[in-house]
């Protein structure tokens, strides 16, 4: 009895385990990801095209579907927005798990909505009215852990370079960390950085700070860069109605006025974690717009955005942008206000084209540990100095490897790991840094050698009508002699004059997070087109400044020899304060006027100044990127105010003249909704003297005599055509983009952008300098006043063609001349166009 019950147990055992075995045969499990973002998609339909039955996938995109009754069918995956896939499937065959990549549709095609009752239509309507009370921005404070990854790949990656090319056969290595998931063209990931920081947030009044206490970082140790990895500034808000993506405004599908650029339709319902959502699919109305098409999944009882995924229009007006897509989760809080879950942000960077080797970044954020309206939320955010704030932490690039697995919000994948190691990998190959010397090279025209770099290369032989051929040599320190010292200098030559020039100077900056520096600077040169106050001026000394010149216009140099002293003090607010001594002996040389005309002292042979001045700035939520050369300034949304007082100084180190300077200006650009960009700079200032001053003590309005457009300059007045000892001016340029070239349909496909500019000054000199420095009334190039007019320059043109290139067209709109009666108005025409084309290279998204 019991060799037969133990027969039957077994028997039963053994069905059981067979039944098992053709159950788990019998079906098919995958997961369903977006081949661009490598996110997984959602509820997409899984079918059998034979057997004709299917399924969807869940809210993580698995999916598991029984098998097809044919020996041979085909899985097929199909998604709104996305080409349908198709896999071949041998039953019994294929057991593997599946991963099925989708690929986005490009949306040629409007959206047609067939019925005369739009469901998508209502529920966009249901989410702009709930905006308010859904938007995570609305609270009044808070603040989580934010953990942020960016991955840079090399897209569409062509394996005979690495095996066939010379140039690149030392790198073959790099095809064994090729990615081999996609069934598309592979990608090599090559770049990886992650952070870990606090993110505290309060909007009345607004203060954001972040306290980054981890960065992984290979291959930058520039610190200031540490500042642009963490969550600062780089955010995108879809219920606002209008979204800044690459300094370009787009329009938000869940805009107020998104039913004037978006078709909607609504399709199916799901119920994810027992709450009831709506899917609604969204398309550009029109070609030529900023806009996208998606997707998104909204709350059934609420109206807010549990997952939203933006595709960028293939018609959107941006450079070098081959796709974009952004993707964000929200996470519906205990008392039901929404709140950031995780965002993802990919772009395919195409510089060379489509269809061409491109990088493809994707940067990916994750949230922890969120808390709302917390009292010490406020208690952080007081230690602000500004506004907006970042703080990176002693030791944050130390961590260790068990630290970051730790802490880390989700495990790096096979790709990622990778990365580190090839970095590592690429830094110690000898022939890697070679090739990137050479680059960098070309690009930024100096040459490390240890200790001391030369270059610019790009000024090493020039010309000009003064000395002919002009030949200059630099010389300057790099991080290896000092990280806060820098010392340069430059020789030159000029064939012509057979002179010698120079100059030297040095910049300390105090160690520490001070904002302390020390520059000191002697120069004996020409002034080789400088304008005042600005050293990074483009100057004519180099090889490329002769062949735009415009023709017929002699140039004009003064000789300078110069020393300066200043320190400058920036604190955290963006407030910085420069007082400056300033001692320069002027020289003149043909056609402007002799330095014997303009001496007004008895026994003076000299023009001596000098000068003791300060200099006010502040700009707030202004960021800055410094390298051991220079310090380059970010722009922000934020007004920038600039004031400068100088007192000259008889006496001083010889100087023979006592004056007193003083000039203010404000520079700001802003958007204007559907409208385009504003960029404006107004100023003014005035010079005061018992006695009479040469020009070059005065205000010298900022002319142009070449062909390419300067934005800061009249580009149809000569340099030292105006002088004024007081004067008011605004120069203000409004890109509209495609606004009116939108309504052109031919052009809508066209990249070329739009815009118009107005250049301004009124100015005017006293009796005692207008004397001293104007001859009004010859027919020569001679200085003039503007005699209490406005010189004006209208300008308008077409940008971003080829992706590139401006055109300006510029109109000149010059105060008359006072003219002696009896004497032809011909004899003192001035030889400047009143009209002019120029061109000018723009690298711009």
């Not at 047609?112 to 905006?131: A, D, E, P, Q």
């Not at 700009?619 to 004031?643: C, D, F, M, Q, W």
């Not at 009124?762 to 020569?780: A, C, H, M, T, V």
Request: with cysteine.
């Amino acid at each position: 009895m019991n060799r037969s019950v133990t027969r039957y147990v077994l028997l039963v055992l053994c069905m059981a385990l067979c039944g098992i075995g053709i159950s788990q045969s019998s079906q098919v499990r995958g997961r369903i990801l977006n081949h661009f973002t490598k996110e997984t998609v959602p509820f997409a339909s899984v079918y059998w095209k034979r057997a004709g039955f299917g399924g969807v996938s869940d809210s993580l995109g698995n999916f598991l579907l029984r098998s097809s009754h044919h020996q041979v069918d085909t899985l097929v995956v199909s998604y709104v927005g996305f080409s349908d896939v198709m896999r071949r499937i041998t039953r019994g065959k294929d057991t593997a798990e599946l991963t099925m990549m989708l690929d986005q549709v490009k949306q040629s095609n409007e959206a047609v909505v067939k019925s005369k009752f739009n469901k998508g239509l209502r529920w966009w309507k249901y989410i702009v009215n709930h905006k308010p009370q859904n938007d995570p921005y609305r609270h009044d404070s808070y603040s989580y852990e934010l953990y942020n990854k960016i991955e840079i790949d090399i897209n569409n990656i062509k394996r005979d370079y690495f095996e066939n090319k010379k140039l690149f056969k030392p790198f073959a290595f790099i095809l064994d960390n090729i990615d081999s998931v996609s069934e598309k063209a592979p990608f090599l990931p090559v770049y990886l950085t992650e952070s870990l920081s606090d993110y505290y947030y309060a909007t009345n009044p607004y203060k954001v700070r972040e306290e980054i206490k981890a960065a992984k970082i290979r291959g930058v140790k520039n610190e200031s860069i540490l500042q642009f990895i963490g969550g600062m500034g780089q955010r995108v808000n879809m219920y606002q109605d209008y979204i800044n993506i690459f300094g370009k405004e787009f329009i938000s599908p869940l805009s107020a006025v998104g039913d004037k650029y978006y078709n909607y339709r609504g399709a199916d319902t799901q119920v994810i974690g027992g709450e009831k959502y709506f899917h609604l699919y969204f398309t550009p109305k029109s070609a030529g717009e900023n806009s996208f098409s998606g997707d998104c999944w909204i709350h059934g009882r609420n109206w807010g955005i549990r997952r939203i995924s933006l595709n960028i229009s293939t018609s959107a007006n941006i450079n070098y942008v081959n796709r974009l897509s952004i993707l964000q989760e929200f996470n519906l809080q205990s008392d039901s206000s929404w709140m950031f879950g995780k965002d993802k942000f990919i772009i395919d960077f195409s510089p060379l084209g489509k269809e061409k080797t491109s990088f493809i970044a994707r940067k990916s954020s994750t949230y922890k540990d969120i808390r709302i309206n917390d009292t010490a939320i406020l208690s952080k955010l007081a230690l602000n100095a500004e506004k907006e704030e970042v703080v990176v932490a002693e030791g944050a690039r130390l961590k260790t490897d068990d630290f970051w697995t730790d802490n880390r919000h989700e495990t790096l994948s096979t790709n990622e790991r990778k990365v580190y190691w090839m970095m590592d990998t690429l830094r110690s190959m000898p022939v890697f840094k070679k090739y990137m010397d050479i680059l960098t090279f070309i690009v930024d025209g100096h040459k490390k050698l240890g200790a001391v770099e030369i270059g610019p290369w790009y000024k090493w032989i020039s010309g000009n009508q003064l000395e002919k051929v002009r030949v200059r040599f630099d010389l300057g320190t790099t991080e290896q002699f000092s990280k806060y010292l820098r010392l340069h200098g430059y020789l030159a030559y000029g064939f012509k004059d057979g002179e010698f020039k120079g100059r030297f100077d040095m910049n300390y900056r105090v160690p520490g997070d001070r904002g302390l520096s020390i520059f000191a600077s002697y120069t004996h040169d020409l002034d080789n087109g400088r304008a005042r106050y600005n050293d990074e001026d483009i100057t004519t000394d180099n090889v490329f400044s002769q062949l735009i010149r415009r023709p017929n216009i002699r140039q004009k140099f003064l000789g300078v020899d110069e020393m300066k002293f200043m320190i400058t003090k920036e604190w955290k607010n963006k407030f910085s304060v420069q007082p400056f001594v300033l001692r320069t002996k002027y020289d003149t040389h043909t056609p402007l006027l002799p330095r014997r005309q303009l001496v007004t002292h008895a026994l003076q042979d000299e023009i001596i100044s000098t000068e003791f001045g300060l200099k006010l700035r502040y700009a707030p939520g202004e960021k800055s990127i410094t390298t051991h050369r220079k310090e380059r300034k970010l722009k922000t949304n934020h007004p920038v105010y600039e004031l400068r007082t100088v007192l000259g100084v008889p006496g001083a180190w010889s100087s023979n003249y006592r004056y007193e300077r003083v000039a203010a200006n404000i520079t700001h650009s802003f958007r204007i909704p559907r409208w385009g960009k504003v960029n404006y700079m107004a100023y003014a200032g005035k010079v005061y003297s018992q006695e009479s001053l040469p020009f070059m003590l005065l205000e010298i309005h900022p002319g142009n005599e070449i062909y390419y457009y300067n934005r800061q300059s009249f580009n149809l007045m000569n340099r030292f055509e105006y002088v004024s000892d007081q004067y008011a001016g605004i120069n203000i340029e409004h890109n509209l983009e495609k606004k009116f070239i939108n309504l052109l349909p031919f052009m809508r496909k066209s990249n070329m952008r739009q815009f118009w500019n107005l250049k301004a000054v009124w100015g005017d000199l006293s009796d005692g300098n207008r004397k001293l420095n104007i001859q009004d009334y010859y027919y020569e190039y001679r200085m003039r006043s503007l005699r209490g007019g406005v010189y004006t320059e209208l300008g308008t043109g077409f940008e971003n063609i080829f992706k590139l290139l401006r055109i300006d067209l510029v109109w000149r709109y010059a105060p008359m001349r006072n003219i002696p009666a009896g004497l032809p108005p011909s004899l003192f025409k001035s030889k400047t166009n009143d009209f002019g084309v120029f061109g000018s290279v723009r690298f711009q998204f």
